[in-house]
């Protein structure tokens, strides 16, 4: 699905609120309610653009952003860290400073619609 958005959160309303906001847009939104689960919908599914929290249960974020970054289908999905902690709450390490953005909850639903846009229409600019 080339206009397909992932968003994975365990916290039912974040999660909620992402979905709701994403769904107005020409996308289709599919949901992840743990790490695990997201590597599986990974394995079926090539979306554009993942959102992805940090501390989930049973695979963490972590583990998930590393298998979007070793699994070369993935090369131009777009990843959004979308957490409640500040990047510094995390231990320098390599894969979280190879996502494409960085939102601290709570994100503004003009910021999510603008990135997603942007995305889906090409201009978004990756570091």
Do not use: W
Request: glycine letters at 4%; proline letters at 7%.
């Amino acid at each position: 699905m080339p206009n397909s958005v992932l968003v994975v959160d365990d916290d039912v309303p974040s999660r909620v609120f992402l979905t709701q906001t994403l769904r107005p847009l020409p996308v289709d939104v599919i949901e992840a309610v743990d790490g695990a689960e997201a590597i599986e919908l990974l394995e079926q599914n090539t979306p554009r653009i993942v959102f992805l929290d940090m501390y989930l249960p049973r695979v963490g974020g972590l583990d998930v952003l590393g298998y979007i970054l070793d699994t070369p289908r993935l090369n131009n999905t777009i990843v959004v860290i979308v957490s409640a902690h500040e990047h510094v709450r995390f231990p320098s390490c390599q894969e979280l400073d190879r996502a494409d953005e960085y939102l601290v909850k709570p994100v503004s639903l003009k910021v999510l619609r603008d990135l997603t846009q942007r995305a889906l229409s090409g201009q978004f600019m990756r570091g």
